[in-house]
């Protein structure tokens, strides 16, 4: 089983999807606690994608030399089978502001 951690960033076959949900192999970002990581066969993403939005729950981010969005509105459980492999982890302040925007969005 592969170990995540939150705020690692995986490349993440997302299909199948419906509708409106974001679809393909993307990376995505952990953002379930590590303890759960730890523990269960499940992990919490937030997808992210090149397209940029000024959604409040849309976060702004540079990785991989690209820009891009980590996109909160659209966080889901996956399976670890479902990671392709490990792309690196997100720095340290836009963590602390995916923290913030996900304390508003449950709060």
């Given amino acids: 089983m592969v170990t995540a951690a939150r705020f690692d960033i995986f490349l993440i076959s997302l299909d199948p999807t419906m509708e409106s949900q974001i679809q393909k192999t993307r990376p995505c970002l952990v953002v379930s606690p ?5 523990h269960i066969k499940t992990i919490i993403i937030a997808p992210m994608t090149s397209t940029i939005k000024e959604y409040p729950t849309r976060i702004p981010v540079k990785f991989d030399g ?7 509105d659209q966080i889901r459980t ?3 089978s479902r990671i392709v ?5 997100l720095d340290r302040d836009t963590a602390t502001l995916v ?5 508003k969005m449950f709060g």
Wanted: no cysteine; hydrophobic share 35%.
């Fill in 34 to 38: 590590n303890e759960m990581n730890r």
């Fill in 66 to 72: 690209k820009e891009g969005s980590i996109v909160l």
């Fill in 78 to 80: 996956i399976d670890k």
């Fill in 85 to 89: 492999k490990k792309l690196g982890t």
């Fill in 99 to 103: 923290l913030n925007i996900l304390g």
